[in-house]
């Protein structure tokens, strides 16, 4: 129970509390147990002229000092603890030890008749009593009364006993009667009051503080005691505040520990003891106990967190305390710019706490509590509480120039987390090697420049760090690509000394480059074919030599990044009478030039002696003439791989400013065959040339040429030298196959076909 400060009448209802308690308190001022006195003979009414001795106890064994003796209320005298006495009266006593005795009531009479009752008595015993007169012999029947009834009688009984007397108002007596010679007679005592003294006296309910301070404990004792004479009955104990028992009710122990006293707990208290043979039970006065309730004073809020910090994500625990206040305390939690609290909690402590689960970002800002234990709430001071946020995973991404990362180029490498508290570290990483850091002390994201090489494709990382765990991003793959280099251009015969219808393998290759690789190879700027090389290196064009091969020979390459010539190369057939054919081809560049010989070795077939075939011959040759105006020259070389479909190479790349990429010129749509015969000797006598086919055939230009196609009708004429035999020749060589003393001059390569 509290009054609030405000509440009308505080002051005079706190001045009556304080007289009850004052009262209470001089009512139940604290005493010595009593003394108590014995009689010997144990009888409190005896015949005038006998003496009677009085004995003072108290509690302890034996008595210390001097006795006080009190008569009939007055101080007697002091003495020993055994005096004589023969005059009727109240007497008792008081040693040092204890307080004053319950008096008791000696009575000395002169009658003839007197009822006497045993000496101490106390609650619930068992009480003598003895009907006494002067001359026993006369008496020939005793009755005793209580109340004026009857309770028992019988002829010469000494004693009669009453069982657990009480403290009440009966009275008693006794008649007597008897027969003379001449009379029967009857005589009645005095009525006697039995001094039945208290087994236990009212017990005294004591507090170890009757204004104690809120949440402090209180001890109750409920203090009596029992004289020496019953000290072996058990007393048991019970506390009550108003009407309501506290604890669980009777107990052996004269002691209740509250361990701790609010507000509401103020009231009456009041205790009772029990006597559990005989069945006696006695109360205490009420006492009143007022709590003291304290004001909250120095509210403070702190933060706890686990590691120090408080991290997005976690839980934000909020601790609300008071230095001083006691009582139910009402705590609540506020955050500024919110009008509704945060929480509210009512317990009986000096500190609450409260807990946000998973705080992100718009958890921040100033926050403060307050405290109330009914005079009032007060207040803490605002705390700012901020958030660091571990970094998200980082995004890296690349930024080349172009479209395709080169090398040369200088690539941007752009690391950075959406989310993150700075300062954040960021790292970069080639294959999981450290490339370098940068720091963004504001936050957002850092970039790192990386001049590219041909080691630096493969796959790119990031980490984010800001001291609450690293994050690592994606893996990004990225692919440098290496322009193509010039590619070289060589010759390969398939033998030591190639003869005209051998492939001739002409090998184009770059010495860097990513892949894939598209090859291309030209004769006097015409496309003979291309072919594609998908993990990088060279590739090969395979060409099927005939005499009009002779001319200027390239090569170019290209992956995409531009087209790349190589050094132009010269391939010359030169006649040499009475030689084998030699194939001389020479490459040149900015002056300089290289010869390389290849020699085609033509064998005389023979000789054909026939004057018919001298005039053969001249027609032969003038036919031939006129073939050649109308019919081109036919490539008839194959590349190595499967080629794809013939395209032209790139015109948009860095190489087509390159001095030394051939001009590729549109050739003559018709071409006429002329009978020129560079490797023929026509003075001489022995060469015999003759027709052998003739016939007219369409024809489609070269497969490899990336030209428009044209169609031309024309004459194909097959010449063909015949071969005599020579006079060393063997017999067995002058039997050869009949194709094999033919060998086709290179005019009409159609007529190979058919």
Not at 229 to 247: A, M, N, P, T, Y
Not at 563 to 591: A, C, I, W
Not at 611 to 626: E, I, N, Q, W
Request: aromatic letters at 8%; glycine letters at 8%.
């Amino acid at each position: 129970m509290s009054f609030p400060c405000h509440r009308p009448g505080r002051v005079a209802r706190l001045l009556q509390l304080l007289l009850l308690t004052l009262a209470s308190g001089q009512e139940q001022s604290a005493t010595f147990p009593k003394a108590f006195l014995l009689l010997t003979p144990p009888w409190s009414t005896t015949f005038k002229g006998e003496e009677v001795t009085l004995t003072c106890k108290d509690h302890h064994s034996l008595a210390q000092g001097y006795i006080s003796w009190y008569y009939n209320g007055d101080f007697l005298k002091k003495g020993p603890e055994t005096i004589q006495i023969k005059k009727s009266g109240r007497y008792s006593c008081k040693t040092q030890r204890s307080s004053l005795s319950d008096p008791v009531h000696v009575e000395f009479l002169s009658d003839w008749l007197i009822l006497q009752a045993s000496h101490p008595v106390f609650e619930g015993d068992d009480v003598d009593l003895r009907c006494r007169g002067k001359k026993e012999k006369d008496i020939n029947e005793k009755i005793y009364y209580r109340n004026n009834e009857v309770i028992r009688h019988g002829y010469n009984s000494e004693v009669i006993r009453l069982h657990s007397v009480s403290r009440d108002n009966s009275k008693y007596h006794c008649t007597a009667s008897g027969q003379s010679l001449w009379m029967q007679w009857r005589i009645i005592s005095e009525p006697l009051k039995i001094q039945v003294q208290a087994l236990f006296p009212h017990p005294v309910l004591r507090a170890s503080s009757s204004q104690p301070i809120e949440g402090s404990p209180v001890s109750l004792k409920c203090e009596t005691w029992l004289p020496p004479l019953r000290s072996h009955i058990q007393l048991q104990f019970c506390f009550f505040r108003e009407d309501k028992v506290l604890g669980s009710g009777w107990i052996d122990s004269p002691e209740l520990q509250i361990l701790t006293m609010w507000s509401e707990d103020s009231g009456s208290y009041w205790c009772q003891a029990k006597a559990v043979t005989p069945n006696i039970i006695k109360k205490s006065l009420k006492s009143w106990i007022h709590v003291q309730r304290i004001p909250v004073s120095d509210v403070n809020l702190e933060i706890q967190s686990p590691g120090g910090q408080l991290i997005e994500g976690e839980d934000l625990v909020l601790i609300c305390s008071v230095a001083k206040g006691t009582g139910t305390i009402t705590f609540s939690w506020h955050r500024e710019g919110t009008e509704r609290r945060l929480g509210r909690k009512i317990q009986r402590a000096l500190s609450a706490e409260l807990r946000i689960a998973t705080v992100s970002k718009q958890d921040a800002g100033r926050y403060y509590c307050s405290a109330d234990n009914l005079y009032g709430p007060i207040l803490s001071k605002r705390i700012r509480v901020t958030l660091r946020i571990p970094a998200s995973r980082p995004v890296l991404t690349l930024r080349a120039p172009g479209a395709q990362a080169v090398v040369g180029d200088v690539v941007e490498l752009r690391c950075e987390a959406q989310s993150s508290s700075p300062p954040i570290l960021y790292r970069f990483y080639h294959e999981n090697v450290t490339l370098g850091s940068s720091s963004a002390p504001s936050g957002g994201g850092v970039s790192f420049n990386l001049s590219l090489t041909p080691e630096h494709s493969g796959n790119y990382s990031c980490e984010a760090d800001n001291g609450l765990g690293a994050q690592r991003s994606e893996a990004v793959p990225l692919r440098v690509t290496v322009p193509v280099s010039r590619p070289v251009l060589t010759f390969s015969p398939a033998r030591a000394q190639a003869v005209v219808g051998d492939l001739l393998e002409l090998r184009c290759e770059v010495q860097r480059g990513s892949p894939p690789i598209l090859y291309w190879f030209y004769h006097e700027d015409v496309i003979l074919g291309n072919t594609s090389a998908p993990f990088g290196g060279g590739a090969s064009f395979n060409l099927s030599l005939t005499t009009e091969h002779s001319g200027n020979y390239s090569c170019g390459a290209d992956n995409g990044l531009g087209v790349q010539s190589s050094y132009m190369v010269t391939l010359n057939f030169t006649d040499q009478k009475h030689l084998p054919t030699e194939l001389k081809y020479r490459s040149s560049h900015l002056g300089l030039s290289t010869n390389k010989v290849i020699h085609i070795t033509v064998g005389v077939i023979g000789w054909l002696v026939s004057m018919l075939g001298l005039a053969a011959t001249a027609s032969l040759v003038s036919h031939f003439r006129t073939q050649r105006k109308s019919g081109g020259l036919r490539a008839t070389g194959t590349p190595s791989y499967s080629p794809k479909e013939h395209r032209e190479p790139s015109r948009s790349g860095p190489s087509n400013t390159d001095p030394h990429r051939p001009i590729h010129s549109e050739p003559a749509a018709l071409m006429e065959l002329q009978p020129v015969y560079s490797n023929v000797s026509p003075g001489h006598d022995n060469l015999v040339y003759s027709q052998i086919w003739s016939s007219h055939h369409t024809k489609e230009n070269p497969a490899p040429s990336p030209k428009t196609h044209q169609k031309d009708e024309e004459s194909a004429i097959i010449y063909s030298e015949v071969k005599k035999a020579h006079p060393d020749d063997h017999e067995g060589q002058a039997h050869e196959d009949a194709a094999e003393n033919y060998e086709n001059l290179p005019c009409a390569p159609l007529a190979l076909d058919h």
